[in-house]
């Protein structure tokens, strides 16, 4: 695939010098995607993360809620028991 479509796809405007670098840049990628395609990889397990990964939230828990009045206390402007916003839509 040239650079030059690359660019177009992600709508760039290289210059000359820039296609050239990004040509021996990719193609330097490339080489190396091939050494690394050379390794045998049968007794490697397919992994989507390399160390185990586990979920390091707290457990859901029931608890109080905040009361009404202080969650209120220190709104700019409110109406009973509800926040006042201003008007958005028309």
Do not use: C, W
Not at 17 to 30: D, K, P, T
Request: glycine share 2%.
């Amino acid at each position: 695939m040239k650079i030059e479509h690359i660019a177009m796809l992600a709508r760039l405007k290289l210059t000359t010098h820039e296609e050239e670098l990004f040509s021996r840049q990719v193609g330097s990628i490339i080489d190396y995607i091939n050494k690394l395609n050379e390794l045998d990889t049968t007794s490697v397990e397919p992994t989507a993360h390399v160390l185990s990964v586990k979920n390091v939230l707290r457990e859901d828990s029931l608890t109080a809620s905040l009361p009404r009045e202080n969650a209120l206390q220190n709104a700019p402007d409110k109406d009973e028991s509800f926040y006042r916003v201003p008007k958005i839509i028309e």
